[in-house]
């Protein structure tokens, strides 16, 4: 199985976090939570929301390209980069990755209370 690198982030995983066994056809968005790393997912899987935003830094040629909708929401992402994904729908397949969860988060129902 692929291994996921998570790279540090200040709140959700601060010393960084090496998943050995990815599990491939797995969304990278439930192998960290699978693996007590508490990325947001406000829509919960669904392609509603970019709280689940991250970025690939290595790897990112081995996943399937973003549906349309996937890149609609992309466009509303903190801090996008050229190879950011929705870590809920960018499935694991063969390849080591490696991903940085962005220091910020849109997520609108949070913000409202």
Partial sequence: MPKLTVLPHPELCPDGAVIEDAPKGQSICRVLLNNHIDIEHACELSCA??????????????LEDASDSEEDMLDKAWGLSSTS???????????????????????HAKEAH
């Avoid at 991250?54 to 990112?60: L, N, S, T």
């Avoid at 990755?97 to 849109?106: A, F, G, N, R, S």
């Fill in 49 to 62: 929301c970019t709280t689940c935003h991250v970025i690939v830094r290595e790897g990112f040629s081995s």
């Fill in 85 to 107: 994904r929705l870590s809920c729908q960018a499935i694991v397949e063969d390849a080591d990755l490696t991903v940085e969860i962005p220091k910020y988060t849109i997520n």
